[in-house]
Every structure is written in C-alpha cells, then in structure tokens.
C-alpha cells in the first residue's frame, strides 16, 4: 500500500513512535507497525485464559471464605459496590436472568486487580491468598501479586487501545512472562493449555531481528 495514503489513513502521529524505531526505513517501520499489531493479537488467548481463570479462581476462593455465591452483595466498600452494580444494570439491560456467575462475569479485569490493592488488604487478602493454590506460601506476597497484575492490566489496555507494544521489547517479554507465570499459580494444564495456541515466541523473535537490523 503506498506509505502517504497510509499515512492518511492512520495518521503520521499513529505511525510516529514506528518512524522513530526505524527513522531511515519508513517501509521497515510499517512492517514493524503490522508486527505490532500481530503481537497484539497474539496476546488474545493468554490475556482471555488469565482474567477468565483469575475471576473464577478469586470468586471460588471468595464464596467458600463468605459462605455464599454472591460475597460481592456483602461489600463494604462503595466504589466496589458501586462496580458491582454497574455489573449488574448491564446484566438487566441485556434482559438476562441475575445469578452470580453472570455478575462474575461481567466485572471488569481492573476490578479483580483492585481487590490485591493495599487499602484492601486486610479484609481481602486471606481469601485472595487461596486464588493461587500452586504459589508457594512463601511466595504469596500481596504487594508482589498485585504490582504484577497492575502491570498486566496496563498491558492489556494498550493492546485494547491499539497502541504501541513492540516498542520496549524487554517489557514486552516481562509481560508474557509474568501471564504464564500467575496461569501456573493458579493450575499448571492451563499453561500447556495455553502454550499449545500461543504464537509469541516466533513473533516476537521477528521483532528482535527487525529492530537489530536496524
């Protein structure tokens, strides 16, 4: 595709960070710009497995501590309760039956990471704990667990937000790393589960040779 039209298209700034990387090769950079966006997609299966277990590990864990399948109704909290109900109207909107399996599932991925957040440690912390029960106990450090997810969370808004991934690619392997690393707190079939559609490796090893060759 001709670079100027694409440029219209996309827009120079969009492509900015890419000329950057490559600022003598404008072709180069918007084959990096389309490896980026691969890598972003390949990213979809780990990014989908982990919140889908990590919401359904955290909400197993959380209804045997409080002895009921709707904990979240217990909250003290109110902008917790506030994301719960907001849950909740979606689920109404859509005119489906209200259970706590669809509420689950309807919590964003930045509500689970806040529950690990130091202001509630202390009435969240003990049942967050039993969410990884592959995680050594030694290992089981609030304040480790949730700088990881933070990490993760931002992450993966910015492939949600279409932007730049490749561009640091150390934290870019630290992220898929640390994705298969919290898979296997939490059961290790999941991660061989996962590895067998995960295409990362040979993608990002395109970008290391694309940017060395630069």
């Known amino acids: 595709m001709n670079i100027d039209d694409l440029e219209k298209l996309l827009s120079a700034k969009r492509l900015s960070t ?23 997609e390949s990213f979809y299966p780990l990014l989908s497995n982990l919140e889908i277990a990590l919401r359904n590990s955290i909400h197993n864990s959380f209804a045997i501590h409080y002895k009921s399948a709707d904990w979240f109704s217990q909250f003290k909290q109110p902008e917790l309760f506030d994301q719960v109900n907001v849950a ?24 689970w990471t806040t529950l690990f957040n130091k202001q509630y440690a202390k009435d969240f912390w003990k049942p967050l704990m039993y ?7 030694a ?3 609030r304040d ?38 919290i898979l296997n707190w939490i059961n290790a079939d999941i991660v061989n589960w996962t590895r067998q559609i995960d295409r990362f490796d040979n993608l990002y090893n395109k970008a290391v040779a694309l940017r060395t060759a630069t």
């Not at 909740?88 to 509500?111: P, S, W, Y």
């Not at 969410?131 to 106990?137: G, H, K, N, R, Y």
Request: charged share 25%; with cysteine; glycine share 2%.
């Open 18 to 40: 890419y000329y950057n990387l490559f600022p003598t090769d404008k072709e180069k950079a918007i084959e990096y710009y389309r490896l980026n966006t691969q890598v972003s």
């Open 88 to 111: 909740k109207r979606k689920i109404l909107t859509g005119h489906n039956q209200m259970t706590a399996d669809k509420v689950v599932a309807e919590l964003t991925f930045g509500f």
């Open 131 to 137: 969410a990884f029960p592959l995680l050594e106990t």
């Open 139 to 141: 290992n089981k450090q």
């Open 144 to 181: 480790k667990i949730s700088y990881k997810l933070n990490h993760i969370r931002k992450f993966r808004n910015r492939i949600f937000h279409y932007e730049p991934v490749c561009n640091d690619l150390i934290a870019l392997a630290t992220n898929h790393n640390n994705i298969l690393e």
